[in-house]
């Protein structure tokens, strides 16, 4: 989820947008920079005006510009006259404003929350330090990149499935709602007794079929029920709980944040900020019992622990992670070696989705199969009947 920090910085009364759990997770990030915290409000994902500006193609933009030579204000002078987005473009004239008023660049971004995350400010605010703007942004682009890949292959994952269940209910439901009420009108006619299972489903088919308006409504009822709970904050949080203590499945989730965790402490490393202040501020990527023992890898970090000894103490690496870290160590490359565990386990996971999927969607065809035909199976389940009495 993504939150609205305001804070009060050297600069004034400055505006995060912070990737966190929950707001207190949120608060935690912003107080670990050393700043003040005003509120913390929680942000749709598409801001109004706005949700059509993308910063992965305004960095790629702005990053093509400046390597052709031009300065940063030419840059986004023309950056904003092409912009379409009206809203977009007006923000984009107010961080000129700021460049030309003699701000720095990740000031000026920081100003507007709602284009520009906490997370592509760091990066800019670091690469200001080292020179090396164009880098920054061609690293930052690199690592969206890599978690949208990881994102879309979780997609892709689900998306047959989630089709599969949903054509396999609404064919359930026609069937108990349309096709049963019809045939429980023939059986009236035998006037013979129903098996106990048939005369129960002819039953449901008769409320149904009886008061369709109120069918729907509450089949819309469920599903606004379900797109509400989705929404919450409370819910995704104990559902994601669960998922973390579902047995194989909350292994694969821990490697998941893990992996992300990795790849972004390693992009800020390469940016060139501080240890200390990169894990504090990616603590957000990960859930609340994964955040304490964060923290309390921070404290042994600080008081001169290796980053490996200290995140394998707290139960944050694996096996092939915690090899990697020992040689980023002892090379000097740590981000880069963050950055190869990072692959390594994002590969992993996308060969287990391929082959859960490859296992789930027949399981998944197998028992809508069933249902559909247990549902025909009872309906018919009177004719065996009178035909086996005939016999």
Do not use: C
């Not at 504090?280 to 600080?302: F, H, K, N, T, Y």
């Amino acid at each position: 989820m993504r939150f609205e920090v305001r804070v009060l910085a050297p600069e004034g009364i400055v505006s995060m947008l912070l990737d966190a759990e929950d707001a207190r997770a949120a608060a935690e990030q912003a107080k670990a920079r050393g700043l003040a915290i005003l509120s913390v409000v929680q942000r749709r994902e598409s801001v109004r005006g706005t949700e059509r500006f993308s910063l992965i193609l305004f960095t790629q933009e702005l990053l093509a510009l400046l390597s052709a030579g031009l300065g940063l204000i030419e840059s986004i002078t023309a950056l904003a006259d092409r912009q379409a987005n009206a809203a977009a473009r007006t923000v984009l004239e107010g961080v000129l404003q700021h460049l030309r008023d003699g701000k720095p660049l990740s000031a000026s971004l920081a100003q507007h929350p709602q284009l520009f995350p906490a997370l592509y400010v760091e990066t800019v605010r670091a690469s200001e330090q080292t020179g090396a703007l164009t880098e920054a942004l061609a690293r930052f682009v690199a690592y969206q990149r890599q978690v949208e890949d990881v994102r879309q292959t979780l997609v892709s994952a689900l998306i047959y499935p989630a089709l599969l269940l949903g054509v396999g209910l609404l064919v359930s439901l026609f069937l108990v709602g349309y096709v049963v009420p019809r045939f429980s009108g023939v059986y009236e006619d035998l006037g013979r007794d129903l098996p106990w299972a048939s005369g129960l489903l002819f039953a449901i088919g008769a409320v149904i079929d009886r008061n369709p308006a109120m069918s729907v409504g509450l089949l819309f009822t469920l599903v606004a029920t379900i797109v509400l709970a989705a929404r919450s904050e409370t819910f995704r949080r104990r559902l994601g709980g669960w998922s973390m203590r579902a047995p194989y499945i909350g292994e694969r989730l821990r490697v998941y944040r893990l992996a992300r965790f990795y790849r972004t402490v390693s992009m800020l490393l390469h940016g060139g900020v501080p240890l200390v202040s990169a894990l504090r501020m990616v603590a957000g990527l990960l859930d609340p019992a994964s955040r304490a023992q964060l923290e309390s890898a921070i404290q042994q970090v600080r008081q001169g622990e290796a980053l490996s000894v200290a995140l394998e103490r707290n139960g944050l690496t694996t096996g092939i992670a915690l090899r990697m870290l020992q040689v980023g160590e002892r090379s000097g490359d740590l981000g880069g070696l963050m950055e190869r565990a990072a692959e390594f386990h994002e590969d992993e996971l996308a060969r287990w989705v391929a082959r859960f999927t490859r296992l789930f969607e027949p399981l998944l065809m197998m028992v809508i199969g069933l249902l559909i035909g247990g549902i025909v199976v009872l309906m018919y389940m009177p004719i065996f009947d009178l035909a086996g009495s005939l016999q």
